[in-house]
């Protein structure tokens, strides 16, 4: 298994915590080409949801969160998982259908849950981890564990019923939980213009009576300063925050998605603004790592991927037979 190490703080407060950050956005990115590359050999089957373009956002949110704070997560969760701590084995095996997987290989790409780190399941149905978020905030307010909730989701469960239902309870309980909208400006093939009539869709907060804020969501140090500020507000009993974190997948919607949407003008724009050659920008500017270092860390992160992979295809796949038992636990009396 590839244990992973969990850090929080701000990810330029020592060259520590830079150099960590800038592992886990190449742990994401590494991650989600290997998947790419085994669904694209006929080794994974059912579908497949990238974030790549996108690791500033989950990295930073999750520098802000201890062990003991959750997270719901959504189609397009590997990232999540990844910042939360995840075992990258045990993730590749998941998705390759094999026992040792988080979910025994029957949850695949979209169902990944890891109650250790706090990460209470990616979700298939848009919107679909709101609710579940706030349900935890509510528990944890109830069981005074002083921790928080964030709910990651995309542009599009932001028009969904669950959310509104959702930001509503948690505001007038003051439930500790962060509601983090990762607008990539498309939900599936339409365009945040066309399903919108607000600039930032942070304003949506401003109904619901809580805090609301747009962010660079390709700036991990903005992510982190604006998940900080919502976990301090949260834990203090001030109740939820709305974060906007704009960002951009590279990838299509899913792996059947053409891209005809969209132009390559476009999506070449939002790679010159690449998150992770960003933060390596800033680290080298300010002389926080050298370029052989950050190499390092680059092949470091490469190195552990490919380790996961190898571990996981040739792990025991997951059988018909054992459905009932990876599904319901026996409790004896």
Not at 112 to 136: F, K, M, R
Not at 281 to 286: D, G, P, Q, S
Request: hydrophobic share 40%; net charge negative; charged share 20%.
């Amino acid at each position: 298994m590839t244990t992973l190490e969990l850090m929080t703080g701000h990810p330029l407060s020592s060259p520590e915590h830079a150099k960590y950050a800038y592992l886990y956005m190449n742990r994401i990115r590494k991650f989600e080409e290997a998947v790419e590359d085994l669904f694209g050999r006929g080794m994974m089957h059912g579908t497949m949801h990238l974030s790549i373009g996108q690791e500033a956002s989950p990295t930073g949110v999750c520098l802000a969160l201890n062990i003991n704070d959750q997270i719901t997560s959504t189609h397009r969760g590997h990232g999540h998982c990844i910042a939360k701590g995840a075992d990258l084995t045990r993730m590749i095996a998941e998705l390759l259908g094999k026992e040792i997987g988080y979910c025994g290989g029957r949850g695949g790409s979209m169902h990944i849950a890891d109650v250790e780190t706090g990460n209470l399941g990616a979700n298939g149905v848009v919107g679909g981890g709101i609710p579940i978020a706030v349900g935890a905030a509510l528990a944890s307010k109830m069981m005074a564990k002083g921790t928080v909730v964030v709910s990651f989701f995309g542009d599009g469960a932001l028009n969904e019923g669950a959310f509104h239902e959702a930001a509503n309870m948690a505001a007038i309980w003051k439930l500790p939980v962060i509601f983090v909208c990762e607008n990539n400006k498309y939900g599936m093939s339409s365009s945040t213009a066309k399903a919108f009539a607000l600039e930032n869709l942070s304003d949506r907060a401003k109904g619901y009576g809580f805090p609301g804020v747009t962010i660079d969501g390709n700036d991990v140090v903005a992510v982190y300063e604006a998940t900080q500020a919502a976990v301090n507000r949260a834990k203090a009993g001030e109740g939820p925050t709305l974060i906007e974190a704009q960002t951009y997948r590279w990838k299509g919607h899913s792996r059947s998605d053409k891209n005809l949407y969209r132009t390559k003008e476009e999506i070449e724009e939002w790679k010159a603004v690449d998150p992770i050659v960003r933060f390596k920008n800033v680290l080298l500017e300010r002389n926080i790592a050298s370029a052989e270092e950050l190499a390092e860390i680059e092949k470091r992160a490469t190195d552990q991927v490919i380790e996961a992979v190898n571990v996981a295809v040739k792990a025991t796949p997951a059988t018909p037979e054992g459905l009932v038992e990876a599904v319901f636990k026996k409790v004896s009396a």
